[in-house]
């Protein structure tokens, strides 16, 4: 009934569905029955109705209920160092910045590092077969500084954090120095941060990996469904158009670059997650729609952006529009339209 990454991309050629991504599929299946939709009809006529805020804040729950779960999980097995990956627009962000909320309340001390401040020095970065730079590779990274630094943390060292300047593309001291007590838990969010090779010196025991998807959970009817890769684009146009300065002709442009990065370098190593969460919205799209259609009207239509911008906006036409004032602060669908009550 459901869309995903793991059906359309990690798990084609004849391979099976894993278990953790069924596992994650059914119980999105009793989501839809406690939300009590699963076409966009029926979310139409919620809206129509006056019942769509129910519709929300019942959804909100069960996100928050099941990152809730992942923090329990986390402080009975005493893990701490959270890896958490995922695809572009799977809402990785803003999964790390709730689960930190939930692992707070079990009382325990979250704190973050970005992965991307151990970027090697630009001029070090692998290119890829066009001679371009491929920031997208486990190569770009100072792989070896970054388990020392992992390492040095849980063992309760002081550690000077990096910074990379993405403007001169140069590793700089950053100041910042970091030491963990026993209650803290180390999170760190990264397209590669399932990937055993990122932390092949950290002892296992140490890693809780934690894979977010975006598995669209609502249909077009009870025959077609909608591409989870859609969801995430229309949630990249948002974003980029508000946070990035870029162009829906622009998003669409790099779409299939970010797919082929997908394919390479976060799928094959979703199974390897000891839990799974889902961030997809059963209403999102009806919240996009009012914010994405001017963006993709934008795109010169006879061109491949046109015509992928023509499609997305008949996906669309089917959505009754939410007003986004709906919408709670802490939501994962404020990451890409703001005014979150978090900072990014």
Not at 21 to 27: A, I, R, S, V
Not at 84 to 98: D, N
Request: glycine letters at 6%; aromatic letters at 8%; a negative charge.
């Amino acid at each position: 009934m459901i869309t995903t990454e793991g059906i359309t991309s990690a798990h084609a050629g004849g391979r099976a569905l894993s278990r953790k991504l069924h596992l994650l599929m059914c119980e999105n299946r009793r989501w839809q029955e406690i939300v009590g939709l699963t076409t966009v009809a029926e979310l139409n006529t919620a809206v129509r109705e006056g019942y769509a805020s129910e519709v929300i804040l019942v959804t909100e729950a069960l996100q928050e209920r099941k990152l809730a779960k992942v923090a329990s999980e986390i402080k009975q097995l005493g893990t701490r160092l959270v890896m958490l990956a995922g695809p572009s627009s799977s809402g990785k962000t803003t999964t790390a910045k709730r689960l930190a909320v939930q692992l707070s309340a079990e009382g325990l001390w979250p704190v973050s590092i970005s992965m991307d401040d151990y970027f090697l020095d630009r001029e070090l970065t692998p290119r890829d077969e066009k001679g371009e730079y491929d920031f997208e590779c486990l190569g770009a990274l100072n792989v070896p500084l970054f388990n020392e630094h992992l390492n040095a943390l849980l063992a309760g060292e002081t550690v000077e954090l990096p910074k990379y300047d993405f403007h001169t593309g140069k590793n700089i001291p950053s100041g910042r120095k970091l030491q963990l007590t026993p209650e803290h838990v180390l999170i760190v969010e990264g397209i590669h941060a399932l990937n055993p090779d990122l932390t092949r010196d950290v002892p296992e025991e140490c890693k809780f990996l934690l894979y977010v998807s975006a598995l669209t959970t609502i249909q077009l009817d009870s025959e077609r469904r909608i591409s989870t890769s859609d969801n995430r684009l229309l949630r990249r146009i948002v974003r980029d158009s508000k946070f990035r300065n870029y162009s829906a002709t622009e998003t669409i442009h790099r779409w299939p670059s970010v797919r082929a990065g997908e394919e390479k370098w976060i799928f094959p190593f979703q199974d390897n997650a000891d839990m799974m969460v889902n961030s997809a919205l059963i209403y999102e799209l009806a919240v996009f729609r009012p914010h994405v259609e001017p963006l993709l009207r934008q795109v010169p239509p006879d061109t491949y952006e046109g015509s992928e911008a023509r499609r997305l906006l008949q996906l669309l036409e089917g959505f009754e529009p939410i007003p986004d004032k709906q919408i709670p602060l802490t939501s994962l669908v404020r990451e890409f339209l703001g005014g979150s009550t978090f900072d990014y």
